[in-house]
């Protein structure tokens, strides 16, 4: 018999949740009767949540100075490309572009060949090291940090002006449709990108992030923030077929996607939503057969024909994220078991906090001067 999880928002699951087997990570139980967000709501110092978040975004907020100087960095990075050949490129991609960066974001920039696929590991360090190196050398405003060039994606770690680091890789442009895809979504209300920042800070904070350390990456957890936007607040789904590896890589496709901005309304600030967003991933979602599909935009189980190639779909219960371009790639595949219990507990510890009316520790002002020193009084 199909049952419906108790989501209080209205959303339903299509198809409904089955009742799940036992979840393969041991996560710890809440020592109450599960609240309803209303009660959660209810309990918070509103003004209290409110100007520890801001303060938040504020801290995060990149700089216009840093914003041009990384325009300019990636002007000169397309000028030195060109000298290779008027078929070079060099493309920002990531964070710092997509409209969920923050200032302390990496600066991602990528070097490719006009119609070129991602091309293997060998060529693109053969080209990094042979082509492009020598001329960023001679590059007064660049100094060459480190060479790695036997990872599966060879990197240059720069420094421009004496300031900004930034990573160039060759070829690599798997990553561009990503960007273009998440910064679509960033432009849809101002909320979204605030939400997906929050986030990634959170996480960042509890140290629960970053797949060398076996957690999930920032890209994953912007994905869970914007599945959590559809599946309860009605955010709407791009299909991600909009943005194909080759239109991604076309510098002016690319300009006049990131200049068309449709706005969608949203009837929640952001701080009531990232209480929604931490509610939702204790008690609704159905963590081990449900899966985080910003692609079909729905609430569906495992074993739906929708994720057919998705990997890892029997076995023990873990939590599924499919990649909107890549849909043989659960994202899930970097999270260690230890790991996910981790960052399941983190999420609802942050739920605790809520209930008891207390802002999570993560967003947390520090100190009043720190309030004070970002214009809250």
């Given amino acids: 018999m199909l049952c419906e999880q108790g989501d209080t928002s209205g959303s339903e699951i299509t198809p409904a949740i089955i009742d799940p087997p036992k979840i393969a990570v041991k996560v710890e139980q809440c020592p109450v009767v599960k609240p309803t967000i209303l009660f959660i709501l209810a309990q918070l110092d509103l003004d209290e949540l409110v100007k520890d978040i801001q303060l938040k975004l504020c801290k995060s907020y990149v700089p216009q100075e840093h914003i041009e100087r990384i325009d300019q960095c990636v002007k000169e990075l397309e000028g030195i490309a060109h000298k290779i050949g008027p078929e070079w490129h060099a493309q920002p991609f990531g964070s710092t572009i997509n409209g969920f960066g923050t200032r302390d974001s990496d600066v991602d920039v990528c070097c490719f060949i006009d119609g070129a696929q991602d091309q293997d590991s060998r060529l693109a360090a053969q080209d990094l090291q042979h082509k492009l190196q020598p001329l960023i050398e001679q590059h007064q405003s660049f100094e060459v940090l480190s060479v790695i060039s036997r990872a599966k ?65 920032s ?159």
């Fill in 153 to 217: 994606i060879p990197i240059l770690k720069l420094r421009f002006q004496s300031q900004l680091e930034v990573d160039l890789s060759c070829h690599n442009t798997e990553p561009m449709p990503n960007t273009l895809l998440l910064k679509k979504y960033s432009e849809l209300n101002p909320v979204v990108s605030q939400l997906g920042i929050l986030v990634k800070t959170w996480a960042k904070q509890e140290s629960v992030c970053g797949a060398p350390s076996r957690f999930l990456s």
């Fill in 219 to 377: 890209y994953s957890l912007i994905l869970m923030t914007i599945y959590f936007l559809q599946a309860t607040m009605n955010l709407p789904c791009i299909n991600p077929a909009t943005f194909q590896r080759d239109q991604a890589t076309d510098p002016i496709v690319a300009k006049n996607r990131f200049m068309k901005n449709p706005r969608v309304q949203m009837q929640e600030p952001v701080e009531l939503l990232l209480c929604r967003f931490f509610y939702f991933y204790t008690h609704d979602f159905g963590w081990g057969h449900e899966v985080v599909s910003v692609r079909t935009g729905q609430r569906a189980h495992i074993t739906d024909p929708l994720f057919y190639r998705l990997p890892e779909r029997t076995g023990a219960p873990r939590l599924h994220i499919e990649d909107p371009f890549l849909l043989n790639k659960n994202l899930n595949c970097v999270l260690g078991i230890g790991q996910e219990e981790e960052f399941r507990n983190k999420i609802q510890h942050a739920l605790w906090d809520l209930c008891k009316g207390k802002t999570p520790e993560a967003f947390r002002s520090t100190s009043g001067a720190e309030v004070a020193q970002n214009g809250w009084q």
